[in-house]
């Protein structure tokens, strides 16, 4: 009997030592494998639901698309200074002034990590009457693009005498003066 005792006794340190070297590291592994395909499961459906957040706000935002076409046109992908050119002499014909001069300067990228938008300096310098500004400002600010005045010069335009009339001279009634101004605008783009 002593001999049959040792003998279970042999197995069963043979088997608890197997069950320690070979089953319970493989345990191990099999419970690591599960935690590991839990969070990769949850990883996935974490960004399923980015990606449908994401639809549906693309879904939203096609709502939109008549007002996000205006604000494209206020603030334009860039400023070109023939377009520029173009746009602020047709306001100034408009009001009845005359535009003589612009320049652009370089376009400034805003303050902030994540914006996008270019500020850009823009002098204007036309003459007219006192009139003539109030009708450029009025049409400025009707208009689609957005422009923030930042200053006004006004001073009384010094005329040469010539001969012949100046075809470019502004549009003004009887008993108006006529006076140089100088605007400094701001304006963005992307």
Request: hydrophobic fraction near 35%; glycine fraction near 2%.
């Given at each position: 009997m002593?001999?049959?005792?040792?003998?279970?006794?042999i197995l069963f340190g043979v088997s608890f030592l197997g069950l320690l070297f070979f089953v319970l590291p493989g345990w191990n592994e099999y419970t690591i494998l599960g935690r590991t395909n839990e969070n990769i499961r949850q990883s996935i459906q974490n960004k399923k639901q980015y990606f449908d957040n994401l639809t549906q706000l693309d879904e939203n935002l096609s709502s939109y698309k008549e007002e996000l076409a205006k604000i494209d046109y206020a603030l334009p992908e860039g400023m070109e200074t023939p377009f520029l050119y173009h746009f602020f002499r047709g306001i100034a014909s408009q009001s009845g002034s005359v535009l003589k001069d612009i320049?652009?300067?370089?376009?400034?990228?805003e303050k902030g990590a994540?914006?996008?938008?270019?500020?850009?300096?823009i002098d204007l310098s036309f003459t007219g009457?006192?009139?003539s500004?109030?009708?450029?400002?009025q049409t400025l600010r009707s208009s689609a693009k957005i422009f923030?005045?930042?200053?006004i010069e006004i001073a009384p335009e010094e005329r040469e005498k010539s001969?012949?009339?100046?075809?470019?001279?502004?549009?003004?009634?009887?008993?108006?003066?006529i006076y140089q101004f100088n605007l400094t605008l701001i304006t963005h783009s992307y």
């Open positions: 002593n001999r049959r005792l040792f003998i279970a006794t320049s652009i300067a370089d376009a400034k990228a994540q914006s996008q938008l270019k500020e850009i300096a009457s006192y009139e500004l109030k009708a450029f400002l923030y005045v930042e200053s001969s012949e009339k100046d075809k470019s001279q502004p549009q003004v009634l009887p008993g108006q003066s």
